[in-house]
């Protein structure tokens, strides 16, 4: 690893000196003639005081779906009302403060206020709340109460969403050459999510979630000329309200997500030489828990301690050796050391305790990325890049304890025709390894053919060609087209190819200073084999899996109307996620596949709005939105509808969503 | 009333008719004004001025410009020089709304040698518009490094620290592709438009927001800067954690564990089982349960078993594999190494 990189930068610092930079930096400005003392500026304008706006929004939001609120900002059905504003202040001292806020009322809102002194010191405050929905009215027979969950006659009815509510803290001081910066945050979240334990048949259940994530980070820099550098500190501290869950039959049948803390210290910089830059960067950290173990006969330990170290390092280095030729390379170590405690612990078979032990298995993961790459352009308007990527794995107990991927790639940048810029690119990869071994620790049961797709010896080609045409000053059109291919040569059971290709068209028009217009419409497929064998032999079933997106918009804002005080504007847009699935081979059908039921979901978007100026300090704005969603997916079933097993319902969505929303917004200055 | 009989529609006010017409009215202005906006953009592009240096090649108006720069000569009165023709411009006096305009912060440019602290020295520029000014954006022959060493020559802080190995450094990407200084607010500094700046070049990415999983991307309540940082980072993919798994942690702290029973994919790599860009997958998996847990697992038993439909048996049905297995991120029950509780 030293060789090579010594290597690299012994070469780019011998020829780096003989090029001549063009920095246009004030630093090197020749200012011998300047006379400042006649600066006046009397044609400035001064911005002191306040400007921006506020606004008061109130509206109606027709929702019968909680799904819907995803993209309504809230779930409410009926009245809603929200505040926003982006308001900047300054004084003639340099005294700055901003405030932005976005929608404080709704679920989905945020509030941001800095206040300082430019290039001095810098107080920031935070707040953001952030709900997504999942599904509403969602039934069970269980109920929790402090980590029992009652089965009960009575529906325990609750909506399957996950609320976070984030406050941050921040505050950053210094100038010139050095700077310092000290941030925490604390961030809830709170609700419901799906989940399942075993009862010992399998029962979906409403996990409740109530959880805190303390985070505080430090830091400070120095930087000179033509260096900097950084020395930081990252803490995270997650804390779980939520106990282990027992049944009253059953105790602990599903373990709570245990607490946890990490820590990092980075050391970074960056140092400049002419035109070859070296940048580096060292970071140490420790994942420690060490919750309380569940009590139980076969558990030697009242707490285990784990603890994984890391280390991740990185040194690149890059180069314009001359104005036609760019050289750049990188070394990248990651060592994931886990020196958690090993045991032994007895595990439950599918009927009961069986008595068997089981030691828990501390992987360990190292990583060594190398990379080189060049940019050279052959004339103007031509350049051709190309680099060479190798990525090492090497974990302990797996199937494969070592891989390494090589890829190759290159790109074509024409840029020389007036109206047309075109990138080309293309690549090929090969991922290689150690033998493929069943190992006895990890999974002494598996077939001998299978290929874990993520360990598995793989080629990855892949071509991507992007055109930029400008026929006119203010039209502009995108067409980029991409097609990649992965192909598991040595995969019998498991993941054997898989194809991703797609094309997507952008379109651009700004008629005139009021009024633009857009449109943009896309698909992708993604094909994909896999085989397996029930016989525990050879393949004897196949299933092959096509995926396909279409997403399809369009929208326009004019202003200028009416004197300028209207302005319009609407966007639209339209997207359909399909799966489909299909399994086939002798166990399933002699003649053919069988197709999977139904996957898919499509989406109509509509937003509309007017917004018009009732004088230079106020405006109203009216807006819709219009959200049409339907998904679908034949594996959701009514709650018994499976004998021994038990869902939560049915969790498809079929809805239309309206939200009217009338804005009024005061405008400072 | 009035605007009414114009178009001969003397009727009843207030009446159905009425209303109708003034709709019709207000369509028939939208498209003449589209019309003439057309056109409008059209003569003007055509009759647009021609610069005396539009006809060099972008490297001899770098040479030009070096020159110049070199040279020194700026305008005796600062801004007020630049000023005395740019001032109609509402784009250009824009920047006084921005921090680059505040003339009381001493590290602002207008603060020092003003316009042409950044634009370079005026020299013969104002005599006739005969010599070229250091100019930004899509329109501006001059190199994309070039440029960016004005905006270097200020902002060299650990921000920047991984710039000049970034992707987008090697894309010759210019700063103000993507920033707007001459504006109150930088689109590309703003939550809410941050994600249309990336995704105006990232068109693949802005596609998988509308997936049928995603972040909340398209809707602005996560941004792309929450994970990716846009001038490089010393991470893969330029990720503002050291790695994949560090920045998923920063926002699923839950799943960092450790544990004592792990799923070695999982820890090995969150990308392994889900694109984070969106997937037509529930959950941004890429493949769905029974398929994607199948695609590592061939026991002699249960998991080799061909499910042949959806929501017939348990193993198709529901959760698929994760109605037992349902701690598939991993279990820290000490009977938790099947992942099952």
């Known amino acids: 690893m030293r060789f090579k990189l010594n290597i690299i930068t012994v070469s780019l610092l011998a020829v780096s000196g003989s090029a001549m930079a063009t920095n246009f930096g004030v630093g090197n400005a020749n200012t011998d003639s300047i006379n400042m003392d006649k600066y006046q500026c ?19 939001n027709s929702v019968d779906d909680i799904h819907a609120g995803n993209a309504l900002g809230t779930a409410e059905d009926g009245g809603i009302a929200a505040v926003s504003g982006d308001i900047r202040y300054q004084n003639e001292t340099g005294y700055q403060a901003q405030i932005q806020a976005h929608q404080l009322g709704m679920d989905n809102g945020f509030a941001n206020i800095k206040v300082g002194k430019s290039g001095l010191y810098e107080l920031e405050l935070d707040y953001q709340s952030l709900k997504s929905y999942q599904a509403g009215d969602v039934q069970s ?170 280390l991740d390092g990185r040194f690149a280095v890059t180069s314009m050796l001359s104005n036609r030729l760019r050289l750049g ?52 308007g031509y350049r051709l890049q190309a680099g060479y990527d190798r990525k090492e794995v090497d974990r302990s107990y797996s199937e494969r304890e070592q891989t390494n991927e090589d890829s190759l790639w290159a790109k074509l940048n024409v840029s020389a025709f007036d109206k047309f810029n075109v990138n080309l690119k293309a690549s090929h990869g090969s991922r290689g390894g150690s033998d493929y071994e069943v190992d006895e620790v990890t999974s002494s049961q598996e077939n001998a053919l299978m290929r874990k797709y993520y360990l598995a010896d793989r ?40 194809e991703d290709f797609g ?20 698909q992708q497929w993604i094909n994909s084999a896999q085989a397996g064998s029930q016989s525990f032999s050879s393949p004897d079933w196949n299933a092959d899996i096509e995926d396909e997106f279409i997403n399809i918009g369009t929208g326009f804002s004019y202003g200028g109307l009416m004197q300028d005080k209207l302005t319009l504007g609407g966007d639209y847009l339209f997207s359909n996620s399909i799966s489909d699935t299909s399994v086939g081979g002798n166990l399933v059908t002699a003649n053919g596949s069988q197709p999977y039921g139904d996957y898919f979901s499509y989406n109509h978007s509509v937003r509309m709005y007017a917004d018009y100026a009732l004088s230079k300090q106020m405006a109203v704005k009216l807006s819709y939105q219009y959200e049409r969603y339907y998904d679908t997916d034949a594996a959701q079933v009514a709650t018994n509808a499976v004998p021994g097993l038990t869902t939560l319902g049915e969790l498809n969505h079929d809805y239309n969503a309206h939200q009217v929303m009338l804005s009024f917004s005061y405008l400072l200055r | 009333m009035s605007e009414l009989n114009v178009i001969n529609c003397s009727i009843p006010v207030n009446s159905l008719v009425y209303y109708l017409c003034k709709v019709e009215l207000m369509i028939y202005r939208v498209f003449y004004n589209l019309f003439c906006g057309v056109i409008t953009v059209l003569c003007l592009s055509l009759s647009a001025h021609a610069t005396p240096w539009q006809n060099l090649t972008g490297e001899q108006l770098e040479q030009k410009l070096a020159e110049k720069f070199s040279a020194g000569d700026y305008s005796s009165k600062g801004a007020d020089s630049c000023l005395m023709c740019h001032r109609k411009d509402e784009a250009v006096m824009a920047i006084f709304d921005g921090t680059h305009g505040m003339m009381n912060s001493k ?37 994309a490094s070039a440029q ?106 839950e799943k960092r564990g450790p544990v004592l029973w792990e799923h070695a994919p999982v820890t090995e790599n969150c990308v392994t089982c889900h694109n984070p860009h969106g997937s037509v997958n529930e959950g941004m998996l890429k493949s769905r349960a029974p398929q994607l847990c199948q695609q590592c697992h061939a026991p002699d038993g249960h998991a080799s078993r061909v499910v042949q439909e959806p929501g017939m048996d348990a193993f198709g049905g529901g959760k698929s594999c994760l109605n037992c297995h349902s701690k598939i991120h991993g279990s820290n029950h000490p009977s938790g190494s099947l992942l099952q509780r």
Request: with cysteine.
């Open chain 1, 141 to 310: 027979q269980l109920w929790h109460d402090d980590g029992m969950l009652t089965p009960s006659a009575y529906t325990n009815e609750f909506d399957l969403a996950l609320k976070r509510e984030k406050s941050a803290i921040g505050f950053n001081y210094g100038e010139g050459f050095y700077n310092t910066f000290i941030r925490y945050s604390q961030e809830d979240k709170t609700g419901h999510q799906s989940s399942s334990l075993v009862a010992p048949s399998p029962v979906n259940f409403g996990l409740p979630v109530d959880a805190t994530t303390k985070q505080l980070d430090a830091g400070a820099s120095l930087a000179g000329d033509n260096w900097l550098t950084e020395l930081s500190y990252f803490g995270s501290y997650y804390s779980n309200n939520i106990k282990d869950l027992s049944l009253p039959h059953m105790n602990d049948v599903y373990s709570a997500t245990p607490d946890n803390e990490a820590h990092q210290v980075s050391l970074s910089g960056q140092y400049q030489l002419n035109r070859t830059v070296m940048s580096g960067r060292l970071v140490t950290g420790r994942m420690i828990q060490d919750d309380a173990l569940i009590q139980m006969s076969g558990n030697p330990l009242q707490s285990w301690d784990g603890q994984i170290d890391t």
């Open chain 1, 459 to 498: 080629k990855r080609n892949a071509v991507e060609l992007k055109v930029n045409h400008t026929p006119l000053s203010w039209m502009s059109i995108d067409v980029t087209g991409r097609y990649a291919k992965d192909d598991y040569d040595a995969t019998e059971i498991g993941l054997t190819e898989s």
């Open chain 2, 148 to 253: 960016n060493s004005v905006c270097q020559g200020c902002h060299n802080d650990p921000k920047q620290m991984a710039w000049h190995s970034s992707t987008h450094n090697l894309e010759e990407v210019a700063c103000a592709d993507c920033h707007t200084l001459h504006s109150a607010k930088d689109p590309a500094l703003d939550k809410l438009s941050v994600n249309d700046t990336c995704s105006s070049c990232h068109t693949k990415e802005k596609a998988d927001m509308n997936k049928r999983s995603s972040h909340p991307l398209k809707w602005d309540q996560m941004t792309c800067i929450d994970c990716h940082s846009p001038h490089g980072s010393m991470s893969e993919s330029a990720l503002n954690k050291p790695t994949i798994n560090d920045t998923c942690y920063s926002c699923h702290s």
């Open chain 1, 42 to 60: 009397k044609r400035c304008v001064s911005t002191n005081g306040y400007n921006g706006e506020v606004s008061v929004s109130a509206g109606y």
């Open chain 1, 503 to 522: 094309y997507d068209v952008n379109l651009s028009l700004q008629f005139s200073k009021n009024l633009s217009v857009y449109g943009f419409a896309g």
């Open chain 2, 107 to 143: 590290q602002s440019p207008m603060a020092g040698l003003q316009c042409e602290a950044c634009h370079g020295p005026q020299g013969k520029h104002n005599r006739g518009g005969k010599e070229p000014m250091i100019a930004f954006g899509k329109d501006s022959k001059l190199s």
């Open chain 1, 329 to 380: 390379g990188s070394v990248d170590y990651s060592k994931r050391d886990n020196k958690s405690s090993v045991w032994e612990f007895t595990q439950y078979s599918y009927n009961g305790l069986s008595g068997s032990f089981k030691q828990n298995v501390p992987q360990d993961i190292e990583r060594n990325t190398y990379k080189v790459n060049a940019s050279y352009r052959i004339a103007s």
